[in-house]
């Protein structure tokens, strides 16, 4: 906008703003207050008003009781004055029109009328009599105003006595004077108030005034000059009567606005002059001045070179100023120019010589560096100019159209983070899997795309054969545990939706572990395969058979729904198990012990059928070591019993919780770095002694607590204690670090960091470790991971317990804040023999080196187990083999003496 025309803006706003200013002064705060002034000016016309009225009265009073107190009128009220009324009251009486009296009544004792004189017409005369009347015979003196028809009266009604004796009344005398137009006009000469013959309408009451026996009621009217008023007494009966319609003339508010007009029109010519001097002065001053100096600034802009000096005399000292702070701006602009050139060359070094792919894109390639071109195998002069889609050839239709979109909405300016996975073919031919990051970035105000790209092929490779390890047991074949309960639940929501039944089968072969312990873990494989194969040659394909750990198998029966079928179904697996198993030199006879639950009967989850399916096998299994033979037992009644112990446990944990914490106490175990058998840290373990069943395993109570909720207090205890215990051993020069369980419900919790944050004072933090395990992390991802990012914010460590016993995605799994990876104890226990869990726990431990995190095996145990995790890379680990858990005291003593390889560990 040029100057003219901001001038004239600027001038037309301070010219509105002027204008409505008085506009608003005048009607908010002089409307107001000449109201105020309006209002006193009607409240004293009125109390003027009011104050005449009163002094007639007390007139019209004073004439009655000076003609009442005559011997002349007694007399004749007696009749012994007949020549009274000639004499006194003759209508040319020059006394009586000096009076101001327009009539006089006379009444005897009994009330009645023997003299009436009216100076208004017979009809006035008539109602002035009647009214009268009922005055009288009310039988007391009286003064005020009264209506006879449309007419109001002054009156006052007097005894009638003798001069200067004592005397009963002969009657009453009346006298009044009739209030019209002209009686009140002669009161209000040289006001505001003017009144009318006729009734007038009225509308908004805007106040009311009220003094003694007289009101005063103020209307609108339709012009606002003027408002419209009544006037009313309050009569001798104590009746409002109104007196007469009138107009108040707003002469205060006419002049008011008088002066408003002739001030708005003076700033109207004020304004007009002043804008006409400064709109010159400004034209020569400022206007053509300036228009020099932005003439040279184009030219700088067009030529895009910096002279030396566009300074001049512009003729005034402030477009001077300007022009030379502009001249200081082009110099710093030409040096910025200088040292962006250096630091583009110091981007491209840094570029070029980092591992990380990097690129800058719009629709097509504007940038790669040697990284990238490492990657892909194509060189700078094959990508630069390319469309981005030259990438995209690998993946779905789906995902490449949700990365084009990405692209044209970071091109029209929208800053946005993305990630997500592709797999590109290289130059070469082969196959690569790339993580990309891209942000938006603007160059010269241009948006345009930056991606980061890094080959993550060999986690994928790893990520991939992890899974194989976990869904697939690599001895026999079947389906893992993990994915045997992953087939089971895909079961149960296609059963539950048919209203159909199926069979659980959870068995164990008996005395198995005669068969490692004696002829080893190599024999004992193989009885594992061949049971495998007669397994799978039992049943149908239709039929589900996993390897559930161990010695211990899994079968999914889906195809039968009675059960003398499924009984018909285990005769022949015992006929196949039962049949002797040859082996080298040896032959081994088998039996077997099944449990069997139903669903939906026995449950309506993975978890509770395969709980309640294994209850029902070692029922089977307690009758087997009795009858020597192969058994089964479906799931009963027994669970009844069960259940209620368990209720009854329930309630004496709450109790304990609530009235005895002391009947809880922590025992430590220590985690050991494996090469110098330091003590990394102690793992907190809680225990619980029973008023009522003495100790109670942790196995059997801590389950009851998470299906409870009650695990939240229990941790709370367990935190409590190990503060304390840190506090204790921290005054004795003792530090160490404690780590605690966290149970998934906990984890799942909103408010569990704010919860631990409370628990965990702020010296203590870095002293602290949690234990969370693998699975619950995957069920709310992102989540998971702001949750994990506050904890290590805070200080505290997080291990990633049960390592190997879910599915992780490695893709995330490299996204969690994690310090450690625990290795479950299931992969350790059979290990170096056990050549399956060999190959997981190595990968785990090479998992854990890719990801930059510490590796810790649960479940020493062996000397053999030790020698092993220490030649695989394992940091830490923990277990039997070094110490059992211990009580405080205890442990304080492992403490400070520690481990050495030469010494029997307990």
Known sequence: MSIRRQLILIFSIIFLVGFLATTIIFNGFLVKRLKEIELFSIKREFATLSQFLDNHIRYISSVAENEAYWDNIYNFVNGKNPEFVKKNFDPENETLKNLGIDFFVVFNKNSEILFNRCIQNRKICKKIGSVSTKIVKNGNEKTGFIRAGNYLFSISVKYILPTNELKEPAGFLVVGKLIDKNFFNSLLKDSYFEVKNEKLTLKKNVFTLKEGKYILSIFDSENDSRYVFRFSVQDIFGKIQPAFDGIIHRVIWENAKTTLLIFQIFLIAIFTG?????????????????????????????????????????????????????????????????????????????????????????????????????????????????????????????????????????????????????????????????????????????????????????????????????????????????????????????????????????????????????????????????????????????????????????????????????????????????????????????????????????????????????????????????????????????????????????????????????????????????????????????????????????????????????????????????????????????????????????????NFVDRIKTKIPEEFRNYFALEITENVLFEHTQSSIDKLKQLTDLGIEILLDDFGTGYSSLTYLKKFPITTLKIDRAFVKDIPDDKENRGIVMTIIKLARLLVVRSLAEGIETKEQLIFLRKSGCQYGQGYYFSKPKNASEIEKVLKKGFTDHEQFD
């Not at 804008?275 to 001053?285: D, N, R, W």
């Not at 110099?331 to 010589?353: D, G």
């Open 274 to 750: 002043l804008f006409i001097v400064t709109f010159y002065s400004m034209e020569k001053l400022v206007s053509e001045p300036i228009n020099r100096l932005i003439r040279k600034i184009k030219r700088i802009k067009t030529e895009k070179d910096f002279p030396e000096d566009i300074s001049e005399d512009y003729g005034s000292k402030d477009i001077n100023l300007l022009s030379s702070e502009i001249q200081e701006m082009v110099n710093r602009i030409n040096e910025l120019f200088q040292q962006l050139s250096e630091k583009n060359q110091i981007f491209k070094v840094i570029a070029e010589n980092t591992p990380i792919g990097i690129y800058i894109f719009s629709h097509k390639f504007e940038f790669i560096n040697r990284a990238f071109e490492k990657i892909s195998g194509y060189s700078k002069e094959e990508i630069l100019g390319k469309d981005v889609s030259i990438f995209l050839t690998e993946v779905d239709e789906k995902t490449k159209n949700r990365i084009l979109e990405a692209i044209d909405r970071r091109l029209k300016g929208e800053q946005f983070r993305n990630e997500f996975q592709i797999d590109i073919k290289t130059k070469d031919g082969k196959r690569k899997t790339v993580l990309i990051i891209a942000n938006t970035i603007f160059i010269s105000g241009k948006p345009y795309g930056l991606g980061i790209a890094i080959d993550i092929t060999e986690i994928k490779n790893l990520e991939k054969r992890l899974i194989e390890l976990i869904e697939k047991d690599s001895l026999t074949g079947l389906y893992s545990r993990y994915a045997f309960t992953n087939k089971l639940r895909e079961f149960i929501d296609l059963y539950s939706r048919d209203g159909k039944i199926f069979f659980l089968l959870f068995l164990d072969l008996n005395n198995f572990k005669k068969i490692n312990d004696s002829f080893g873990h190599a024999i004992g494989d193989k009885v594992l395969q061949i049971i495998a194969e007669r397994l799978k040659s039992s049943f149908r394909k239709t039929d589900i058979i996993g390897r559930l750990g161990g010695d211990e198998f899994g079968i999914l029966i889906t195809t039968y729904s009675k059960f003398d079928d499924i009984k018909e179904i285990i005769k022949k697996l015992f006929w196949e198990i039962e049949k002797p198993v040859k082996i080298e030199n040896s032959v081994f006879n088998l039996t077997t012990s099944v449990g069997v639950a139903v669903f939906p009967e026995d449950g309506t989850d993975a978890e509770t059928l395969l709980k309640r399916a294994d209850i029902a096998m070692y029922q089977a299994k307690e009758l087997s070591r009795e009858t020597g033979k192969s058994e089964v037992m479906f799931f009963s009644k027994e669970l009844e019993r069960k259940i209620k112990q368990k209720i009854e446990v329930e309630g004496e944990l709450k109790k304990a919780i609530e009235n005895n914490p002391e009947e809880f106490y922590l025992e430590y175990q220590p985690i050991v770095d494996l090469k110098t058998l330091k003590i990394e840290k102690l793992e907190a373990l809680i225990r619980w002694n029973s008023s009522k069943f003495g100790k109670v395993y942790p196995d059997f109570f801590i389950p009851i607590a998470e299906e409870t909720g009650m695990i939240k207090d229990i941790t709370d205890i367990v935190i409590d204690k190990a503060v304390s215990q840190l506090q204790e051993w921290k005054s004795k020069g003792i530090e160490t670090k404690i780590s605690v369980n966290i149970s998934p419900s906990e984890f799942k919790d909103k």
